[in-house]
Protein backbone atom coordinates (compact mmCIF):
# COMPACT_ATOMS: atom_id res chain seq x y z
CA UNK A 1 0.00 0.00 0.00
CA UNK A 2 2.67 2.66 -0.25
CA UNK A 3 2.19 3.40 -3.56
CA UNK A 4 -1.35 4.15 -2.99
CA UNK A 5 0.04 6.50 0.46
CA UNK A 6 2.38 8.36 -1.80
CA UNK A 7 -0.10 8.98 -4.43
CA UNK A 8 -3.04 9.98 -1.81
CA UNK A 9 -0.24 12.44 0.53
CA UNK A 10 1.03 14.03 -3.35
CA UNK A 11 -2.81 14.79 -4.08
CA UNK A 12 -4.07 15.89 -0.58
CA UNK A 13 -0.52 17.11 1.11
CA UNK A 14 0.92 18.19 -2.12
CA UNK A 15 -1.77 18.97 -3.78
CA UNK A 16 -0.46 18.03 -7.03
CA UNK A 17 -1.87 18.28 -10.50
CA UNK A 18 -0.51 15.27 -12.73
CA UNK A 19 1.48 12.18 -11.87
CA UNK A 20 3.00 10.23 -14.22
CA UNK A 21 4.18 6.53 -14.31
CA UNK A 22 7.32 5.10 -15.48
CA UNK A 23 7.18 1.24 -16.03
CA UNK A 24 11.28 1.13 -15.55
CA UNK A 25 11.86 -3.39 -14.59
CA UNK A 26 9.80 -4.29 -11.80
CA UNK A 27 7.94 -0.93 -11.18
CA UNK A 28 5.07 -1.79 -13.07
CA UNK A 29 5.77 -4.45 -14.73
CA UNK A 30 6.78 -8.27 -13.68
CA UNK A 31 7.93 -10.43 -16.20
CA UNK A 32 5.90 -8.05 -18.66
CA UNK A 33 2.52 -8.33 -17.09
CA UNK A 34 1.14 -5.70 -14.89
CA UNK A 35 2.08 -5.82 -11.10
CA UNK A 36 0.58 -5.15 -8.12
CA UNK A 37 2.09 -1.39 -8.43
CA UNK A 38 0.02 -1.10 -11.68
CA UNK A 39 -3.57 -1.99 -10.30
CA UNK A 40 -2.85 0.06 -7.41
CA UNK A 41 -2.56 3.14 -9.66
CA UNK A 42 -5.02 1.92 -12.02
CA UNK A 43 -7.42 2.88 -9.02
CA UNK A 44 -6.85 6.03 -9.40
CA UNK A 45 -5.75 6.72 -13.20
CA UNK A 46 -8.78 4.56 -14.49
CA UNK A 47 -11.50 6.87 -12.62
CA UNK A 48 -10.09 9.87 -11.55
CA UNK A 49 -10.52 12.66 -15.11
CA UNK A 50 -8.47 15.11 -16.90
CA UNK A 51 -9.84 18.29 -15.45
CA UNK A 52 -11.35 16.62 -12.07
CA UNK A 53 -11.99 18.85 -9.27
CA UNK A 54 -10.84 17.52 -5.80
CA UNK A 55 -12.93 18.21 -3.12
CA UNK A 56 -13.10 18.14 0.68
CA UNK A 57 -12.62 14.87 2.81
CA UNK A 58 -12.13 14.46 6.12
CA UNK A 59 -8.52 13.56 7.93
CA UNK A 60 -6.95 10.56 7.86
CA UNK A 61 -8.41 8.61 10.50
CA UNK A 62 -6.68 5.65 11.85
CA UNK A 63 -5.93 3.15 8.74
CA UNK A 64 -8.14 5.25 6.61
CA UNK A 65 -7.34 7.47 4.10
CA UNK A 66 -9.31 9.18 1.59
CA UNK A 67 -10.13 11.59 -1.31
CA UNK A 68 -12.84 12.66 -3.64
CA UNK A 69 -12.63 14.21 -7.08
CA UNK A 70 -15.61 15.75 -9.71
CA UNK A 71 -15.19 14.88 -13.08
CA UNK A 72 -15.68 17.46 -15.93
CA UNK A 73 -18.47 15.31 -17.24
CA UNK A 74 -20.24 15.33 -13.99
CA UNK A 75 -19.30 11.74 -12.74
CA UNK A 76 -17.76 12.08 -8.85
CA UNK A 77 -15.26 9.57 -7.55
CA UNK A 78 -13.99 8.34 -4.34
CA UNK A 79 -10.58 6.48 -3.76
CA UNK A 80 -10.63 5.12 -0.20
CA UNK A 81 -7.09 3.60 1.14
CA UNK A 82 -7.03 0.79 4.33
CA UNK A 83 -3.74 0.50 5.22
CA UNK A 84 -4.23 -1.48 8.34
CA UNK A 85 -4.23 -5.52 8.24
CA UNK A 86 -7.56 -5.44 9.74
CA UNK A 87 -11.60 -4.46 7.64
CA UNK A 88 -12.66 -1.29 8.16
CA UNK A 89 -16.43 -0.44 8.14
CA UNK A 90 -17.24 2.85 6.86
CA UNK A 91 -20.04 5.29 5.95
CA UNK A 92 -20.02 8.37 3.21
CA UNK A 93 -21.59 11.24 5.13
CA UNK A 94 -22.25 14.45 3.52
CA UNK A 95 -25.00 16.84 1.52
CA UNK A 96 -26.02 16.00 -1.57
CA UNK A 97 -23.77 12.82 -1.92
CA UNK A 98 -24.72 10.36 -5.02
CA UNK A 99 -26.82 7.35 -3.32
CA UNK A 100 -25.38 4.69 -5.45
CA UNK A 101 -21.64 3.67 -6.45
CA UNK A 102 -19.80 1.24 -9.02
CA UNK A 103 -17.26 -0.26 -6.50
CA UNK A 104 -13.76 -1.24 -7.70
CA UNK A 105 -10.78 -2.54 -5.40
CA UNK A 106 -7.41 -4.18 -5.19
CA UNK A 107 -5.81 -5.67 -2.76
CA UNK A 108 -3.34 -8.39 -2.30
CA UNK A 109 -5.81 -10.96 -4.05
CA UNK A 110 -7.61 -8.57 -6.08
CA UNK A 111 -6.28 -6.55 -9.37
CA UNK A 112 -9.08 -3.29 -10.41
CA UNK A 113 -12.03 -5.94 -10.07
CA UNK A 114 -15.22 -4.61 -10.55
CA UNK A 115 -16.65 -5.28 -6.47
CA UNK A 116 -20.25 -4.28 -6.90
CA UNK A 117 -22.80 -1.48 -6.46
CA UNK A 118 -22.90 0.09 -3.11
CA UNK A 119 -26.28 1.82 -1.79
CA UNK A 120 -25.85 4.19 0.64
CA UNK A 121 -28.92 3.04 2.28
CA UNK A 122 -27.10 0.15 2.96
CA UNK A 123 -24.98 1.21 5.82
CA UNK A 124 -21.30 0.79 6.04
CA UNK A 125 -19.36 -0.54 3.34
CA UNK A 126 -16.34 -3.02 4.35
CA UNK A 127 -13.43 -2.06 3.31
CA UNK A 128 -10.95 -5.33 3.36
CA UNK A 129 -7.55 -4.98 4.73
CA UNK A 130 -4.27 -3.50 2.95
CA UNK A 131 -6.70 -2.83 -0.06
CA UNK A 132 -7.59 0.15 -2.31
CA UNK A 133 -11.91 0.88 -3.30
CA UNK A 134 -12.42 3.37 -5.79
CA UNK A 135 -16.22 4.41 -5.86
CA UNK A 136 -17.79 6.08 -8.71
CA UNK A 137 -21.06 7.64 -9.60
CA UNK A 138 -22.24 8.87 -13.34
CA UNK A 139 -24.24 11.66 -11.77
CA UNK A 140 -24.77 13.71 -8.69
CA UNK A 141 -28.08 13.90 -7.92
CA UNK A 142 -30.93 16.30 -8.45
CA UNK A 143 -32.26 17.29 -4.62
CA UNK A 144 -29.94 17.70 -2.03
CA UNK A 145 -30.18 16.65 1.83
CA UNK A 146 -27.78 17.12 4.03
CA UNK A 147 -26.72 14.46 6.97
CA UNK A 148 -27.60 13.61 10.08
CA UNK A 149 -25.46 12.40 12.93
CA UNK A 150 -26.27 9.24 15.04
CA UNK A 151 -28.30 10.07 17.85
CA UNK A 152 -28.38 8.64 21.21
CA UNK A 153 -30.56 9.04 23.70
CA UNK A 154 -31.67 7.62 27.56
CA UNK A 155 -34.44 5.45 27.78
CA UNK A 156 -37.27 7.26 29.19
CA UNK A 157 -36.23 10.54 28.43
CA UNK A 158 -38.82 11.88 26.81
CA UNK A 159 -39.66 13.51 23.59
CA UNK A 160 -36.60 14.24 21.42
CA UNK A 161 -35.84 16.23 18.19
CA UNK A 162 -33.36 16.09 15.31
CA UNK A 163 -32.83 19.13 13.39
CA UNK A 164 -32.35 17.91 8.88
CA UNK A 165 -30.68 20.55 7.64
CA UNK A 166 -29.69 21.11 3.72
CA UNK A 167 -32.58 20.58 2.09
CA UNK A 168 -33.15 21.94 -1.44
CA UNK A 169 -33.48 20.93 -5.14
CA UNK A 170 -30.63 21.84 -7.64
CA UNK A 171 -31.88 25.69 -7.87
CA UNK A 172 -31.42 25.43 -4.10
CA UNK A 173 -35.18 26.16 -3.70
CA UNK A 174 -37.71 24.18 -1.80
CA UNK A 175 -41.20 24.61 -3.23
CA UNK A 176 -42.32 21.23 -4.72
CA UNK A 177 -40.93 19.05 -2.34
CA UNK A 178 -41.45 16.64 0.38
CA UNK A 179 -39.68 15.01 2.86
CA UNK A 180 -40.51 11.73 4.58
CA UNK A 181 -39.45 9.83 7.34
CA UNK A 182 -39.23 5.61 7.92
CA UNK A 183 -37.40 3.59 11.24
CA UNK A 184 -37.08 -0.11 10.91
CA UNK A 185 -37.65 -0.25 14.79
CA UNK A 186 -41.19 0.81 15.15
CA UNK A 187 -41.82 -0.49 18.60
CA UNK A 188 -38.59 1.41 20.10
CA UNK A 189 -40.64 4.59 19.75
CA UNK A 190 -44.58 5.66 21.14
CA UNK A 191 -44.05 8.98 18.75
CA UNK A 192 -41.96 9.38 15.38
CA UNK A 193 -43.02 12.50 13.25
CA UNK A 194 -41.36 14.84 10.82
CA UNK A 195 -42.08 18.08 9.96
CA UNK A 196 -42.81 20.20 6.82
CA UNK A 197 -40.07 21.49 5.24
CA UNK A 198 -39.01 25.18 7.05
CA UNK A 199 -38.08 28.26 4.74
CA UNK A 200 -34.23 27.86 6.29
CA UNK A 201 -33.95 24.85 4.27
CA UNK A 202 -34.55 22.63 7.21
CA UNK A 203 -37.24 20.06 8.84
CA UNK A 204 -37.20 18.89 12.14
CA UNK A 205 -38.11 15.03 13.45
CA UNK A 206 -39.20 14.37 16.90
CA UNK A 207 -39.74 11.29 18.83
CA UNK A 208 -40.43 9.82 21.86
CA UNK A 209 -38.81 6.57 23.31
CA UNK A 210 -41.65 4.00 23.88
CA UNK A 211 -41.71 3.21 27.55
CA UNK A 212 -38.52 1.24 29.10
CA UNK A 213 -37.20 0.25 25.89
CA UNK A 214 -33.79 0.12 24.35
CA UNK A 215 -32.20 -0.98 21.29
CA UNK A 216 -31.30 1.14 17.74
CA UNK A 217 -33.45 1.89 14.92
CA UNK A 218 -32.00 2.99 11.36
CA UNK A 219 -33.66 6.19 10.11
CA UNK A 220 -34.24 6.49 6.44
CA UNK A 221 -35.07 10.09 5.07
CA UNK A 222 -36.46 10.66 1.56
CA UNK A 223 -36.71 13.88 -0.22
CA UNK A 224 -38.98 13.98 -3.52
CA UNK A 225 -40.02 16.53 -6.27
CA UNK A 226 -42.66 16.65 -8.56
CA UNK A 227 -40.55 15.40 -11.17
CA UNK A 228 -40.27 12.02 -9.43
CA UNK A 229 -36.57 12.72 -8.52
CA UNK A 230 -35.39 11.41 -4.83
CA UNK A 231 -32.49 11.36 -2.58
CA UNK A 232 -31.90 9.51 0.75
CA UNK A 233 -29.70 9.76 3.68
CA UNK A 234 -29.65 7.49 6.63
CA UNK A 235 -28.78 7.61 10.30
CA UNK A 236 -29.29 5.64 13.92
CA UNK A 237 -31.23 6.67 16.82
CA UNK A 238 -29.71 4.27 20.27
CA UNK A 239 -31.99 4.61 23.40
CA UNK A 240 -29.69 3.04 25.97
CA UNK A 241 -29.69 2.97 29.66
CA UNK A 242 -27.80 5.60 31.74
CA UNK A 243 -24.76 4.56 33.59
CA UNK A 244 -25.21 4.44 37.09
CA UNK A 245 -28.62 3.54 37.37
CA UNK A 246 -29.30 0.52 39.06
CA UNK A 247 -32.27 -1.28 37.78
CA UNK A 248 -31.65 -4.44 39.82
CA UNK A 249 -31.13 -6.92 37.58
CA UNK A 250 -28.30 -8.24 35.50
CA UNK A 251 -27.54 -6.04 32.32
CA UNK A 252 -27.88 -7.66 29.23
CA UNK A 253 -26.64 -7.70 25.36
CA UNK A 254 -28.93 -6.29 22.89
CA UNK A 255 -28.93 -8.01 19.19
CA UNK A 256 -31.05 -5.97 16.51
CA UNK A 257 -32.02 -7.23 14.21
CA UNK A 258 -32.73 -10.69 15.41
CA UNK A 259 -33.12 -12.91 13.20
CA UNK A 260 -30.39 -10.93 11.19
CA UNK A 261 -28.93 -11.62 7.52
CA UNK A 262 -26.37 -8.89 6.61
CA UNK A 263 -25.93 -6.97 9.71
CA UNK A 264 -26.52 -7.35 13.14
CA UNK A 265 -26.20 -4.24 15.75
CA UNK A 266 -25.06 -5.17 19.52
CA UNK A 267 -25.75 -2.67 22.02
CA UNK A 268 -23.85 -3.66 25.16
CA UNK A 269 -25.48 -2.74 28.79
CA UNK A 270 -21.76 -0.29 29.65
CA UNK A 271 -18.53 0.40 29.17
CA UNK A 272 -16.58 -2.40 30.98
CA UNK A 273 -16.32 -5.49 28.38
CA UNK A 274 -13.53 -5.29 26.11
CA UNK A 275 -14.41 -8.19 23.60
CA UNK A 276 -17.17 -9.64 21.49
CA UNK A 277 -17.06 -13.21 20.69
CA UNK A 278 -19.74 -15.26 18.19
CA UNK A 279 -19.43 -18.68 18.60
CA UNK A 280 -21.75 -21.48 17.14
CA UNK A 281 -23.41 -23.96 19.30
CA UNK A 282 -20.28 -26.50 19.11
CA UNK A 283 -18.73 -23.76 20.43
CA UNK A 284 -16.41 -23.10 17.57
CA UNK A 285 -15.09 -19.20 17.49
CA UNK A 286 -16.77 -17.48 14.38
CA UNK A 287 -16.18 -13.84 15.09
CA UNK A 288 -14.02 -11.94 18.01
CA UNK A 289 -13.44 -8.34 18.28
CA UNK A 290 -12.53 -5.77 20.51
CA UNK A 291 -14.94 -3.26 21.68
CA UNK A 292 -15.03 0.31 20.81
CA UNK A 293 -18.02 1.30 21.12
CA UNK A 294 -21.46 0.52 23.47
CA UNK A 295 -23.08 0.09 20.03
CA UNK A 296 -21.27 -2.37 17.46
CA UNK A 297 -22.31 -3.57 13.81
CA UNK A 298 -21.01 -6.90 13.36
CA UNK A 299 -21.22 -8.34 9.19
CA UNK A 300 -22.67 -11.24 8.85
CA UNK A 301 -21.37 -11.92 4.95
CA UNK A 302 -20.35 -15.42 4.51
CA UNK A 303 -21.67 -17.11 8.04
CA UNK A 304 -23.88 -19.58 7.69
CA UNK A 305 -27.53 -19.42 8.68
CA UNK A 306 -28.11 -20.77 11.90
CA UNK A 307 -28.11 -19.98 15.14
CA UNK A 308 -25.04 -18.66 17.03
CA UNK A 309 -24.23 -17.47 20.46
CA UNK A 310 -22.76 -13.61 20.89
CA UNK A 311 -21.00 -13.15 24.35
CA UNK A 312 -18.97 -10.01 25.51
CA UNK A 313 -16.58 -9.78 27.93
CA UNK A 314 -14.59 -7.41 30.39
CA UNK A 315 -13.53 -6.61 33.89
CA UNK A 316 -15.20 -10.26 35.05
CA UNK A 317 -18.49 -9.68 33.68
CA UNK A 318 -19.95 -11.70 30.68
CA UNK A 319 -22.94 -11.14 28.89
CA UNK A 320 -25.14 -13.34 26.38
CA UNK A 321 -27.80 -13.55 23.63
CA UNK A 322 -28.10 -15.67 21.37
CA UNK A 323 -28.38 -14.92 17.53
CA UNK A 324 -30.42 -16.30 14.97
CA UNK A 325 -28.71 -15.95 11.33
CA UNK A 326 -30.87 -16.58 8.29
Do not use: C
Request: net charge negative; charged share 15%; aromatic share 8%.
Amino acid sequence: MSLAGALHGSLIAGNITLWTNWSFEDMQLTSNEPNLSYYVSKQFFAHIKPGAVRVYTSPEIGDLMGSAYENTDGSFTLVMINKGSSPIRVRLVGAGLPLSYQVFRTSSTEKHVDAGVYQVTDGALILPASSVSTLVSSQMPALALGQVANVKVAKNSGEATVTIPGISDANGQIAGLTLTAENDNPSLFSQFEISAINPDHSAALSFTPAQDQTGSAKVTLTLRDDQNNEVQTIFYIIVYTPQGINEGKTGTLSLYPNPASSVVRVTLPSTEYKTITMTDLTGRTIFRTNVNSMDMDINLTGIPKGIYVVQAEGNGKSVRSRLVVQ
